[in-house]
């Protein structure tokens, strides 16, 4: 048991508190009387410039903010997470992601072992095995050359590598075809193989555990495809060139039939959500080749180093994960909005809902001890513009208080051709318009002044004063990508310190999972399940009932 004072009951809390019920003045007053403002609220790290002005925060709020970081100690579990400390305490492993990304020359000790080496061997079998597969060099069982490569995983072992596949499309090696099956629903996997030639695919079943009961169903039932289906290869021995594994359960990829020869290995202290730099990258490499793998890595080592040594108040995931807390503890604020102004990141937001919701939705602390504050937010957002045709309108003028990330980058891509080029300033000026008019909104005198009929007035005046974070780089490149995943990644953690949370287990999902594999012999063979409620029991009655009709 911690005997540190509950949370709330900090001084350094209840400063906060009084700090918040003071009041604060508009975002637009906040900036007419502040011209040093959004200077002075920038924060740098790698390429990422992190705009941070256009919060609700004073540089009281942000000492205060700081104050409760130190004396809940972030640093200090920070540190404790570098030195591959068990500070995954239900599950008592280390949490070292950040392993991944060290040089080959660090030291990084589990149980007094370096485990740097072994993850440069993994990342070179990795490397060797990419290339020969972008090369042709490696084939099918009947020597055709492989043409598609198909993920199946799901949670961390697929949204990372397909958020991540999305994100670098640019760097990819356009002549091959890669899928992503996550859904036990058969129609992901149909859908992902329905045109392919088995004796050109690849599948590549990512699983941590080995276990997961989506991805083992859809890696058999691709097993059946390959080898028994219309164009089926006909020949146990052909699993060995179409699967490989990439797991920390060697002896559960052999009972599956992979050659233990064609696994990739991870290791416990890496979470699922915190994986894709891991051997769960492994499509990913084959899409953008080593070495813009390698670059990748080095992204997120560059925010590693950040994190660890830039001072607290020039730390970004530091001053992010405290935002977050004085939105979500103190305004009451329930979700928050990535909007990533960028196409390629399409996914992005769904990976950081894994990332985020996962890690921080828990509602006991460290200890078992129900928490008395709020924890993790609901973590949600499409890529702009979409999303202001669609939903911006309750942000702008609905009741809640919403938070936003807005994320872009000063150039496009270089594929584009001209005229696509040109459209990027329009996609940008809609991010800068977004901020400006979350912020500072639209005052009843600026409506009537435009000549508005007054029973207008109030409909067409916006409040503002909502707060957004905005983050700008050059462009996407694969250290970028590594920079933006390592920033949210080290956000987290940093709440989940404030928090007294475990944010590395996931216990939350068990109870599903166990209740799926036994109402599932109601739903096949019309068994008895005992116990069931009666919703659940008319529930499972009228399925059965619409399925044989
Ligand atoms: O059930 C949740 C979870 O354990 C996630 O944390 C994980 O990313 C996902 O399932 C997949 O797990 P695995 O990689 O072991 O198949």
Redesign the pocket.
């Known amino acids: 048991m911690s005997d540190s004072p509950k949370l709330t009951r900090r001084p350094e809390w209840t400063a906060l508190e009084d700090h918040r019920a003071e009041g604060a003045p508009h975002l637009r007053e906040l900036f007419a009387t502040d011209p040093g403002r959004a200077e002075r609220y920038v924060v740098r790290v790698g390429d990422l410039r992190i705009d941070y002005s256009k919060h609700l925060i004073t540089d009281e709020t942000l000492a205060l903010l700081q104050e409760l970081a130190t004396a809940t100690d972030v640093f200090g579990l920070r540190d404790a997470m570098f030195r591959g400390e068990r500070i995954n305490l239900t599950e008592d492993r280390a949490v070292l992601h950040t392993a991944l990304r060290a040089p080959a020359n660090a030291v990084v000790e589990v149980d007094g072992e370096n485990v740097v080496p072994r993850v440069h061997a993994v990342l070179d079998k990795m490397s060797d095995f990419a290339s020969r597969v972008r090369s042709g060099e490696w084939t099918g069982h009947t020597g055709k050359r492989i043409k598609n490569v198909v993920n199946i995983?799901?949670?961390?072992?697929?949204?990372g590598p397909a958020m991540a596949y999305e994100a670098l499309r640019a760097y990819t090696a356009r002549e091959l075809t890669f899928r992503f099956v996550s859904n036990v629903d058969g129609a992901d996997l149909h859908e992902a193989v329905r045109d392919l030639d088995p004796a050109e695919t690849l599948f590549i079943v990512?699983?941590?555990?080995?276990?997961?009961i989506e991805?083992i169903t859809n890696a058999t039932s691709a097993r059946t495809w390959l080898l028994d289906g219309p164009a089926g290869l006909r020949d146990d021995k052909a699993v060995a060139k179409h699967f490989v594994a990439l797991?920390t359960n060697a002896e559960k990829v052999t009972d599956f039939g992979i050659d233990p020869d064609n696994m990739f290995e991870f290791w416990d202290w890496v979470?699922?959500?915190y994986?894709y730099d891991s051997a769960?990258g492994l499509s990913l490499m084959i899409a953008v080749g080593p070495d813009h793998f390698r670059e990748m890595l080095d992204g997120f080592r560059i925010v590693d180093e950040h994190f660890q040594n830039a001072p607290a108040e020039a730390n970004a995931p530091l001053i992010l994960g405290l935002l977050g807390v004085w939105y979500g503890n103190f305004h009451d604020a329930q979700s928050h909005a990535v909007l990533p102004y960028s196409h390629y990141l399409s996914k992005f937001t769904a990976y950081l809902q894994?990332l985020d919701m996962?890690s921080n939705g828990k509602s006991v602390d460290r200890d078992g001890n129900p928490v008395e504050w709020q924890t993790g937010p609901v973590v949600w957002g499409t890529p702009g513009t979409n999303g202001q045709h669609a939903y911006y309108q309750l942000i702008h003028q609905g009741t809640k208080l919403i938070p936003a990330d807005l994320i872009g980058f000063a150039r496009p891509i270089d594929e584009l051709s001209d005229e696509l080029k040109a459209q990027h300033d329009l996609l940008m000026a809609n991010l800068f318009a977004q901020g400006q008019a979350l912020a500072f909104g639209k005052t009843a005198e600026e409506v009537r002044a435009e000549g508005v009929a007054e029973e207008q007035v109030a409909h067409r005046t916006f409040q503002g004063n909502h707060p957004t974070t905005t983050v700008l780089a050059k462009e996407l490149t694969p250290s970028v990508l590594g920079q933006l995943v390592a920033l949210y990644e080290h956000k987290v953690f940093v709440q989940g310190a404030i928090w007294h949370i475990d944010s590395f287990d996931?216990w939350g999902?068990?109870l599903g999972?166990v209740l799926a594999r036994r109402v599932e012999p109601a739903l096949t063979e019309g068994a008895d399940v005992p116990g069931l409620d009666s919703s659940t029991t008319a529930l499972v009655a009228a399925y059965r009932e619409l399925k044989e009709v």
Not at 153 to 159: E, H, P, Q, T
Not at 207 to 212: E, I, M, R, V
């Open positions: 995983g799901i949670g961390g072992s697929d949204l990512a699983s941590k555990t080995f276990t997961t991805t797991s979470g699922g959500r994986s769960i894994q996962e996931q999902v068990e999972k």
